[in-house]
């Protein structure tokens, strides 16, 4: 089976390895961004390397050629109000791919020597759990702007990027409690996130603000507890 090498192929490839100076000068200079170049090749790279059969080159390429079009059809015609959609368009068209592929040359995978199917695919949820599904919550919820609190105990100096680390972290933690069977582990890692982060939001007194963050981590953790019930099946 190549669907689960490939998709985690996509994951590093996309999220992992890609820095935002890369997205940004895409996004700026379209066709005409070196960094497009790049990431294809860098997608071509992995792909080539997670299949690790020199008869699959031609998947690898397969999907180096399409990823270019894909992400070239988004750079042109996207713009900041379709951003949004675009970007799930994109996501969407690269897994078609990447599942028409899996179909055509089902037989081909053969990496049981470094990493068995169920290791493969412990390892495949947990890198999307963490850039992956950090950008994903951050689109889905963009439609909301927080409130901004100027005179607040909310306006404290904060730890750069910690918000996004701390949500990896405990998507993390919670894929593992769910994968090795123990539930309360969930329960707790909520209580401790309640007492910590809504007792400030509490206090501040800004309800929207407190619901933009109720939003963001209801879905960190409901994508973690998704991911791991799929991963037991």
Not at 78 to 101: E, G, P, Y
Not at 108 to 118: A, I
Not at 132 to 153: A, C, F, N, Q
Not at 181 to 186: A, Y
């Amino acid at each position: 089976m190549i669907f689960i090498p490939l998709i985690l192929a996509h994951l590093l490839g996309d999220f992992l390895l890609q820095p935002n100076s890369w997205v940004a000068d895409k996004e700026r200079k379209k066709a005409g961004s070196i960094y497009l170049y790049l990431h294809v090749l860098v997608h071509t790279v992995l792909s080539f390397v997670f299949l690790w059969d020199l008869n699959l080159w031609w998947i690898a390429l397969i999907i180096g050629v399409t990823h270019f079009l894909i992400d070239w059809i988004k750079l042109t015609f996207q713009n900041h109000k379709t951003k949004r959609t675009w970007f799930f368009v994109d996501q969407l068209l690269h897994v078609a791919v990447i599942s028409v592929l899996s179909v055509i040359y089902f037989p081909y995978f053969r990496w049981e020597d470094f990493f068995n199917p169920e290791n493969l695919k412990l390892l495949t949820a947990a890198v999307f759990l963490t850039v992956p599904s950090s950008i994903l919550i951050k689109t889905l919820i963009s439609i909301w702007t927080p409130v901004t609190v100027e005179h607040s105990k909310l306006q404290t100096e904060s730890l750069v990027n910690a918000g996004k680390y701390i949500g990896i972290l405990e998507r993390l933690l919670v894929f593992v409690f769910i994968v090795v069977n123990h539930w309360e582990g969930v329960g707790f890692m909520i209580a401790a996130k309640s007492v910590f982060r809504f007792s400030d939001l509490a206090e501040a007194k800004q309800r929207k603000l407190t619901e933009y963050v109720l939003i963001g981590t209801l879905l960190s953790f409901g994508i973690a507890v998704i991911t791991g019930i799929l991963v037991k099946i």
